[in-house]
């Protein structure tokens, strides 16, 4: 089939949980309001997620009660199937190795969509990195030819390149990785996870996008009905993306990752509900949901102190932060 243009209703639908309100301006997905440090505007724009109550809120631990270290920010990029993606490691001023938290974007998402996550635990004395897909934006290639998994074969690179401990990652424990994902960059993280048990110590997920193969049978009733291209709010997907995801079940990969989980969701989240990372909780092994009262998908204002509080926590019991 040649190219097509479908409603903002059935992109909601299908790539909803990809992040369709990135693509048509709504709502960001890993970028804009979901992927940074809350601003004054946000609270003056009401763009500000409601404040969650304290009762809803375990283990939550704020990051400026911990001890902070300088860092810097080094450019390195990673190869994945012979093609360079840009990357930026943040190393704090500790000489000994780090462990490392690798920062998956969203759909069509942005090296820069989670750089206020990398920079605060790099505060906190982490490596972080942040990098931007093969073909996963319109600053990094043909849209058309990226898919859930093309992004999963790009995280194993950038695991792979960690774990080496060498050219550009020396400041990096290659035995203490943790990946952190939002949205379409979440589910990204889980199947990378899940093949790569051994590798990864733990999974910080932020509203992950486990419903893409739900959601596009919901727009398609068979994959031959798939378009060779769909353009969204001036981009465009290819049909890679469906036949990637199209017998794909998420839920049947999260048994095979048996370290410790932590999932962040709003509780009216419209992209992503929060019933499939209540899900994704009792079928992982061993997983933890904090909820943030409100929050829809993407976290600003309060709800991102309160995601960034419940992530700090998280790395504190798995052993990559000191209490």
């Given at each position: 089939m040649s190219a097509s243009t479908i409603s903002r209703r059935a992109v909601i639908a299908v790539l909803g949980t990809a992040g369709a309100g990135a693509i048509l301006s709504a709502a960001a997905c890993g970028h804009g309001s979901s992927g940074r440090a809350p601003t004054a505007a946000d609270?003056?724009?009401?763009?500000a997620s409601p404040t969650p109550p304290a009762s809803n809120a375990p283990?939550?631990?704020?990051?400026?009660?911990?001890p902070s270290y300088d860092y810097e920010g080094r450019d390195l990029a990673v190869i994945s199937q012979g093609e360079a993606m840009a990357g930026r490691l943040y190393v704090p001023a500790i000489a000994d190795p780090v462990p490392l938290i690798i920062c998956s974007h969203g759909l069509v998402g942005s090296i820069h969509d989670l750089d206020s996550v990398a920079q605060t635990l790099a505060g906190l004395g982490l490596a972080s990195y942040c990098f931007a897909f093969r073909n996963g934006g319109p600053e990094a290639g043909d849209t058309t030819r990226m898919s859930v998994m093309t992004e999963v074969a790009d995280l194993e690179a950038v695991v792979a390149a960690a774990r080496s401990a060498a050219d550009g990652w020396e400041a990096v424990d290659p035995r203490r990785i943790v990946l952190q994902g939002v949205s379409q960059g979440g589910t990204v993280s889980t199947i990378t996870a899940a093949r790569h048990p051994e590798e990864i110590a733990g999974l910080a997920l932020w509203y992950p996008?486990?419903?893409?193969?739900?959601d596009?049978?919901?727009?398609?009733?068979s994959l031959d009905e798939v378009p060779q291209s769909v353009t969204l709010g001036g981009y465009s997907l290819g049909r890679i993306y469906a036949e990637d995801m199209w017998d794909y079940d998420v839920y049947a990969d999260m048994g095979r990752y048996p370290s410790p989980v932590l999932i962040v969701h709003g509780t009216a989240d419209p992209t992503a509900p929060i019933s499939y990372s209540e899900r994704a909780v009792r079928t992982f092994p061993d997983a933890e949901l904090v909820t943030i009262d409100g929050a829809g998908h993407?976290?600003?204002g309060q709800a991102w102190d309160r995601a960034m509080g419940g992530t700090t926590a998280y790395l504190q019991r798995i052993g990559m932060l000191d209490d």
């Amino acid at each position: 089939m040649s190219a097509s243009t479908i409603s903002r209703r059935a992109v909601i639908a299908v790539l909803g949980t990809a992040g369709a309100g990135a693509i048509l301006s709504a709502a960001a997905c890993g970028h804009g309001s979901s992927g940074r440090a809350p601003t004054a505007a946000d609270s003056a724009t009401g763009v500000a997620s409601p404040t969650p109550p304290a009762s809803n809120a375990p283990d939550v631990v704020d990051p400026a009660d911990l001890p902070s270290y300088d860092y810097e920010g080094r450019d390195l990029a990673v190869i994945s199937q012979g093609e360079a993606m840009a990357g930026r490691l943040y190393v704090p001023a500790i000489a000994d190795p780090v462990p490392l938290i690798i920062c998956s974007h969203g759909l069509v998402g942005s090296i820069h969509d989670l750089d206020s996550v990398a920079q605060t635990l790099a505060g906190l004395g982490l490596a972080s990195y942040c990098f931007a897909f093969r073909n996963g934006g319109p600053e990094a290639g043909d849209t058309t030819r990226m898919s859930v998994m093309t992004e999963v074969a790009d995280l194993e690179a950038v695991v792979a390149a960690a774990r080496s401990a060498a050219d550009g990652w020396e400041a990096v424990d290659p035995r203490r990785i943790v990946l952190q994902g939002v949205s379409q960059g979440g589910t990204v993280s889980t199947i990378t996870a899940a093949r790569h048990p051994e590798e990864i110590a733990g999974l910080a997920l932020w509203y992950p996008a486990f419903s893409i193969t739900e959601d596009l049978h919901h727009v398609f009733t068979s994959l031959d009905e798939v378009p060779q291209s769909v353009t969204l709010g001036g981009y465009s997907l290819g049909r890679i993306y469906a036949e990637d995801m199209w017998d794909y079940d998420v839920y049947a990969d999260m048994g095979r990752y048996p370290s410790p989980v932590l999932i962040v969701h709003g509780t009216a989240d419209p992209t992503a509900p929060i019933s499939y990372s209540e899900r994704a909780v009792r079928t992982f092994p061993d997983a933890e949901l904090v909820t943030i009262d409100g929050a829809g998908h993407g976290f600003s204002g309060q709800a991102w102190d309160r995601a960034m509080g419940g992530t700090t926590a998280y790395l504190q019991r798995i052993g990559m932060l000191d209490d």
